[in-house]
């Protein structure tokens, strides 16, 4: 029951994300939820490989270069989910990831104590 709310929250978030002008762009609720569960599997799967690779380039930037990791799996999702869209190629997926992170704390946090 909690990855299907956390797909959910991944999901309203992206199309919340959608809404600013940063370049993200998702068709609808559908695409929402097929690019959240590919965004999931991504994140599950390759960006642990990511993150390994790039340990060294990771420590001389003391840690900003994840944020790059982070934007590389948001745009692999993007270019896998057709009707999610990135208009300005790395910036939208930098700037997007970062607003995902945001987006998708507050979302959960809100949720949580809610409930």
């Known amino acids: ?37 590919v965004f999931g599997i991504l994140n599950a ?29 948001f745009g692999l999702a993007a270019a896998l989910v057709r009707g999610f869209r990135l208009r300005y190629g790395f910036w939208s997926a930098l700037f997007g990831s970062m607003c995902l992170t945001f987006v998708n704390n507050f979302l959960s946090r809100f949720i949580n104590s809610a409930s």
């Open 1 to 37: 029951m909690e990855m299907l709310i956390s797909l959910l929250i991944t999901a309203i978030s992206l199309l919340i994300i959608a809404q600013l002008p940063i370049g993200v762009e998702v068709d609808n609720f559908g695409k929402a939820i097929v690019a959240a569960i």
């Open 45 to 73: 799967l390759v960006k642990p490989v990511l993150v390994f690779f790039s340990i060294p380039l990771t420590i001389l930037t003391l840690g900003l270069f994840l944020l790059v990791v982070n934007a590389i799996v």
